[in-house]
């Protein structure tokens, strides 16, 4: 993600901030003296939210580490101002599981609020909402653990909102894919999610609170983009590659001059080729890499067999589209070949799979439920 920087790594996963991270300590130290508070309680404001934010980056060590167990690792997790997200490689697809994962964040919280609650009997809450100057909350330390008990437990609360892309949502989305599989059940709680997302907007009109509004629309983006990917998702899992393959791609053989493979490539034949022994064994690729190569070199009198980059995978007939793609996106090409037994016979590029879904979803319409 662009303007983000590592600034420490947990549990072997990257923890980076993003720059507008760095709005909030002046958003804390502005607001507080245009509130009327003093320099001191500005500074201990601030400490206040860098100890929640540190509790929500556990929340996301909470979801990180429960994935973890079911094999899935996490790319790396990113705080902004407006919260933190750890990037899971994916989603446990067992409804099980997914809901452990979406569970074990607000439960770090729990876990925080219920480890810091014996203090309450030394300091009550009572105390605290007693007060009846604001501002006297932040003159010191003296509130600082019943605040942190009080702000875990409203993360609490609003992580349970049943909408995307809040853990609510997930565990939402989990609990109907018991029963409704997970398509459907995606696409239930994506509804439920837009209802409230538009509860919440009209909620921040009514209130004129921005900030419920903007989380409003926020929820409802996020709800559509859910849906989508996996619906996606469902289209490339049931589609084999053998109805979405190329049959008439362009073989060369390792004897094939290379003159003769650019003369395909300038007249747009191909962009691609794949590289054959005479007994159709393939050996691997020529893409516009390999040609340049051979073009700056001057050596175009020299064979196909001296330029082709092997390839690291192949794609079989029976295989479906989602585990192709993401061969052809591990290997960094634009295609791989396909094999029937040991003989290539056609190929799949990433290029034909987007006009595929595309397709499917202009025509087959699958956004219906
Ligand atoms: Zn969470």
């Not at 989603?91 to 569970?103: F, G, H, I, Q």
């Not at 239930?188 to 903007?214: R, W």
Request: proline residues 5%.
């Amino acid at each position: 993600m662009k303007g983000t920087f590592q600034i420490a790594t947990m549990f072997e996963i990257p923890v980076k901030i993003h720059w507008s991270f760095f709005l909030l300590p002046a958003w804390a130290v502005g607001s507080s003296v245009y509130n009327g508070m003093d320099w001191n309680a500005a500074g201990w404001f601030l400490a206040y939210i860098l100890t929640l934010f540190f509790c929500v980056l556990l929340h996301e060590f909470g979801h990180i580490l429960m994935a973890r167990k079911f094999g899935v690792g996490t790319q790396d997790v990113i705080l902004t101002p407006i919260g933190g997200m750890a990037r899971l490689h994916r989603m446990p697809e067992k409804p099980r599981n997914e809901l452990a994962v979406s569970v074990a964040g607000p439960l770090v919280n729990v876990v925080i609020a219920a480890l810091l609650s014996p203090s309450l009997l030394y300091f009550p809450m009572s105390d605290l909402l007693a007060l009846e100057d604001v501002n006297l909350i932040f003159d010191g330390p003296q509130y600082f653990i019943r605040i942190l008990i009080i702000a875990n437990l409203v993360l609490v609360g609003f992580n349970l909102i049943p909408a995307f892309p809040l853990d609510g949502g997930r565990m939402l989305r989990a609990g109907l894919s018991f029963k409704f599989g997970r398509r459907r059940g995606t696409r239930i709680a994506a509804i439920i999610g837009k209802i409230l997302a538009v509860g919440l907007f009209g909620l921040g009109i009514y209130l004129s609170a921005p900030s419920f509004a903007l989380i409003g629309v926020f929820v409802f983006v996020m709800a559509s983009i859910e849906y989508k990917a996996i619906a996606n998702e469902d289209v490339l899992k049931n589609t084999k590659v053998s109805e979405v393959a190329n049959f008439d791609f362009t073989k060369v053989y390792d004897t094939t001059p290379m003159s003769e493979v650019l003369r395909h490539y300038s007249t747009g034949i191909a962009t691609d080729f794949v590289v054959i022994t005479a007994e159709h064994q393939p050996l691997g690729m020529l893409s516009q890499k390999e040609i340049n190569l051979a073009l700056r070199a001057d050596d175009l009198e020299a064979l196909a067999g001296k330029y082709f980059t092997p390839l690291p995978s192949y794609l079989w007939l029976s295989m479906n589209l989602a585990d192709a793609e993401s061969m052809i996106k591990r290997a960094k090409k634009s295609q791989l070949p396909i094999l029937d037994g040991d003989e290539v016979v056609g190929c799949l590029s990433q290029e034909s799979i987007k006009h595929y879904m595309i397709f499917k979803r202009r025509w087959v319409g699958f956004g219906k439920l």
